[in-house]
């Protein structure tokens, strides 16, 4: 890196330098005393969520790089909203998002049998399979099969119900209140300036998981929001695990991050080789560089990932450390389909390999990876079972888990808007 852009890198980082926290001013903004497990507890809270948070927060549904092509779509299944949402690419280039209800008798326009469902709309037109209303990729109602046999019918006015969309790098945010409270930039607010200009685009290989848990679902998201469980429930795929050091504490707004520092880990000699073939150049290596200015400010050399919560319900795992390959990140999302049942999904995101041995380290690496996933699920279950049972009436924190802290804090805000 030349001079210029060492200086102009400090630059940027001082520009968010404000957002940092130590753990001092951490302790003092959000305290230190039990939280509460009511909210996980008690069903009735859910009820309030639907309506406070999940049908009124910004909600990720998809990215544009899913549906790249004109027709394209994805139909998102969202039991917490009772709602089906077309994610669709239009003739025009834009992406818009609908409810997937035929305005005729409120049949799916496009039938779904899985949480998501992805195709493409021939001609740029939908064609609900009941009674045959065609709807084009902008929502319009375009034709009406026996049109003439309807004493009255207003076609302008029987579109597809549209779904306030919006575009943050890439990801795809809708809102389901007919006049959202605000826009998403202003909702990500210093978050979205702080994580902007990383390259998530260019990640487009996705390995994807998914599991229904036995758990609400902040149960599950707490549980991907602290590195203190690490060195217990991480020893089987990480056993050689050397520490970590959880830094850069940031609070933004109802978002929440932290730097994870450390000496990575011993790994088996199959993955040290793996690893070597996809450090081997700059394509797949690490790459600091890449990172947003604000992130890793000072250039430690034993950064290892940054841990963003977006609030409600997804979380990044945003890496260029020496233990990940150059451009790869993953993500966590819990969505609610009752008090007690959560669908966790998690995505690893990849820079696509460029020959067989590429492909071939980044399954490896992908595997390291469903496999401390599998050690984390394992957890959440329990955890539900021991809090409904009443043996507790409080979570007790300590520094490192003050994102759970922070977002149980920014709940029973947003449930008493």
């Known amino acids: 890196m030349n001079i210029a852009n060492s200086k102009e890198l400090r630059r940027g980082a001082e ?13 003092t903004e ?54 089906s949402v077309l994610i669709v690419r239009g003739k025009d280039g834009k992406i818009r998002a609908f409810h997937n209800v035929c305005t005729h008798r409120g049949n799916k326009v496009v039938p779904t049998e899985e949480s998501e469902t992805f195709g493409n709309a021939r001609a740029n037109v939908l064609s609900c399979r009941f009674h045959g209303w ?37 990801f795809i945010f809708i809102n389901f209140a007919d006049q959202p409270k605000q826009p998403l930039a202003e909702f990500l607010g210093d978050f979205g300036k702080l994580f902007a200009g990383y390259p998530y685009a260019e990640a487009t290989t996705a390995f994807r998981y998914s599991t229904v848990l036995e758990c609400n679902w902040k149960v599950a998201q707490y549980a991907f929001s602290e590195a203190y469980h690490v060195p217990t429930i991480h020893a089987g795929s990480l056993p050689g695990f050397k520490g970590i050091e959880p830094g850069d504490f940031k609070l933004i707004g109802p978002h929440a991050s932290s730097a994870i520092y450390g000496e990575g880990m011993d790994t088996a000699e199959s993955t040290a080789k793996f690893a070597g073939l996809l450090h081997k150049d700059g394509h797949h290596g690490p790459r600091p560089d890449m990172l947003p200015p604000g992130i890793n400010p000072t250039g430690r050399s034993d950064f290892q990932f940054e ?25 966590h999302q819990f969505w609610p389909l009752d008090h007690g049942r959560t669908l966790w999904e998690g995505v690893n995101y990849f820079r696509p390999a460029r020959n067989a041995a590429e492909r071939v380290a980044q399954l490896h690496v992908n595997a390291l990876h469903r496999n401390a ?24 924190l ?13 709940h029973d805000k947003y449930l008493a808007q």
């Open 15 to 27: 520009a968010f330098s404000h957002l940092d926290r130590t753990i001092d001013t951490i302790r």
């Open 30 to 83: 959000l305290g230190v005393d039990p939280i509460s497990v009511d909210a996980i507890r008690n069903p009735d809270v859910y009820e309030l969520e639907r309506e406070k948070i999940f049908k009124n927060c910004w909600l990720k549904v998809s990215t544009d790089w899913e549906i790249p092509e004109k027709g394209d779509y994805k139909v998102k299944e969202l039991a917490v909203a009772d709602a």
């Open 134 to 170: 065609v709807f084009g990729t902008d929502g319009a109602l375009r034709s009406v099969p026996l049109e003439e046999n309807f004493g009255q019918l207003d076609k302008a006015c029987l579109g597809l119900r549209e779904i306030a969309c919006d575009i943050w790098e890439g």
């Open 307 to 331: 841990l963003p919560n977006i609030f409600p319900n997804l979380l990044i795992h945003l890496a260029s450390g020496c233990g990940y390959p150059g451009l790869a990140y993953f993500t």
């Open 373 to 396: 996933w599998l050690e984390d699920t394992a957890t959440m279950e329990d955890t539900f079972t021991g809090i409904r049972s009443g043996a507790i009436d409080e979570m007790q």
């Open 398 to 410: 300590m520094d490192q888990e003050f994102m759970i802290r922070h977002a149980a804090r920014m």
